[in-house]
């Protein structure tokens, strides 16, 4: 074997060397990375299930998943309301005042739910409308409600899973219509 040869061979090993280190390193860095976003996920459902563990008792558990979206539920705060309310934004803690005030008068005035007015909203037009215009005409029509676009998108594509609304796709446009019910009036 020439000098040459030997040089050019520890030259090869130095560079794939060099290219493994920097592999390992990239490697470990997107490790971390996923290791962050899953103490992460790890937080969010201990959460969850600390929820789940102080609704253990809900007399009406069917009603859990709506709730969540945009009434809060006060059947355990009323048991721990300062740890409760330490969780809870601002705009919660005024929206369980006023579920508190619901009751009281035995659900008689609860509010109708989110994904009901959205379909009502729906059945008003014959085109299909964006998930925007629809939240920007709830605000409009229930200054009382206030989902954010998440919550709404999220409400719009429950109610797809469920066959009661369509989705339309046009370009990046995402748009909904109400499924017509058969010999059934939608209002």
Avoid: W
């Avoid at 920097?22 to 929820?51: F, P, W, Y």
């Avoid at 740890?83 to 035995?106: E, I, L, M």
């Avoid at 008689?108 to 964006?130: I, V």
Wanted: charged letters at 30%; aromatic letters at 2%.
């Amino acid at each position: 074997m020439t000098s040459q040869s030997a040089a050019t061979l520890r030259s090869r090993y130095v560079a794939q060397a060099a290219s493994d280190l920097e592999e390992n390193r990239r490697r470990q860095q997107e490790l971390a990375e996923r290791i962050s976003v899953l103490k992460q996920e790890e937080a969010l459902l201990a959460d969850i299930l600390t929820l789940a563990e102080r609704y253990e008792g809900f007399a009406d558990a069917t009603r859990l998943p709506e709730q969540l979206q945009d009434e809060p539920s006060v059947a355990k705060t009323q048991q721990a309301p300062a740890k409760a309310a330490a969780r809870r934004p601002a705009s919660a803690k005024s929206a369980t005042a006023t579920q508190t005030a619901k009751v009281g008068a035995k659900g008689k005035s609860r509010q109708p739910l989110l994904g009901d007015l959205l379909a009502e909203l729906l059945g008003q037009y014959d085109e299909p409308r964006l998930a925007k215009e629809l939240r920007d005409e709830l605000l409009e029509k229930h200054p009382d409600r206030n989902p954010t676009p998440q919550v709404v998108r999220n409400t719009l594509e429950s109610l797809v899973a469920k066959g009661r609304i369509r989705r339309h796709k046009q370009q990046r446009s995402v748009m909904y219509t109400l499924v017509e019910q058969d010999g059934t009036d939608t209002d």
